[in-house]
T-cell receptor, first 116, second 113 residues
Framework: NAGVTQTPKFQVLKTGQSMTLQCAQD?????MSWYRQDPGMGLRLIHY???????DQGEVPNGYNVSRSTTEDFPLRLLSAAPSQTSVYFC???????????????FGPGTRLTVL | KNQVEQSPQSLIILEGKNCTLQ??????????LRWYKQDTGRGPVSLTI?????NTKSNGRYTATLDADTKQSSLHITASQLSDSASYIC????????????FGKGTRLSVIA
């Protein structure tokens, strides 16, 4: 049981380049989400998914796209990287992300992205 | 506005000592409160989850308390170890809405020998 895995661990991009951050979980969780973590700020929600084929925007979605074709995978795409997207990105999953649910949220190890 | 405030921002303690981290929240409607530990360079790991009716919950040397009336929570670490050095994040879950988790900025704890 690998939990939540993310690739790559580190990435350097030039402004304007695009890339996809990969996230996978093997716990059969319906709810998956992407966060970014910047110094001095709490984790901020980018996009989330409540199940295969269903995605929605979080707090800071601009410049990012997601899709959820399977329960296991939830990739995050940067369309045209900007220096403001330099951050650490975390993928997370839980059985249910519904309001009021008290199930544990599991985080991946993170991807450290630098945009030059 | 839903907010979670943590104090102190950072804390340094000697190995073996106890410490308490604070979390105040202005969130409505409240559903549950979580504490996470985040080691440097790693993802957050859940320590405890407390619902409205729970006043205290323990996980080894970590004990979380919740006062839903005053909207305060604390995380008490007993007999600290060097491995407790990490950021501790308080997260409150709303009882409604599509994005129910509200994250605090965390307290950075350093345990020194």
């Amino acid at each position: 049981n690998a939990g939540v895995t993310q690739t790559p661990k580190f990435q350097v991009l030039k402004t304007g380049q695009s890339m996809t951050l990969q996230c996978a979980q093997d716990m059969n969780h319906e709810y998956m989400s992407w966060y970014r973590q910047d110094p001095g700020m709490g984790l901020r929600l980018i996009h989330y998914s409540v199940g295969a084929g269903i995605t929605d925007q979080g707090e800071v979605p601009n410049g990012y796209n997601v899709s959820r074709s399977t329960t296991e995978d939830f990739p995050l795409r940067l369309l045209s990287a900007a220096p403001s997207q330099t951050s650490v990105y975390f993928c997370a999953s839980s059985y249910s992300g519904l309001a009021g649910a008290a199930d544990t949220q599991y985080f991946g190890p993170g991807t450290r992205l630098t945009v030059l | 506005k839903n907010q979670v405030e943590q104090s102190p921002q950072s804390l340094i303690i000697l190995e073996g000592k106890n410490c308490t981290l604070q979390c105040n929240y202005t969130v409505s409607p409240f559903s549950n409160l979580r504490w996470y530990k985040q080691d440097t360079g790693r993802g957050p790991v859940s320590l405890t989850i407390m619902t409205f009716s729970e006043n205290t919950k323990s996980n080894g040397r970590y004990t979380a308390t919740l006062d839903a009336d005053t909207k305060q929570s604390s995380l008490h670490i007993t007999a600290s170890q060097l491995s407790d050095s990490a950021s501790y994040i308080c997260v409150v879950s709303l009882g409604s809405g599509n994005t129910p988790l509200v994250f605090g900025k965390g307290t950075r704890l350093s345990v020194i020998a």
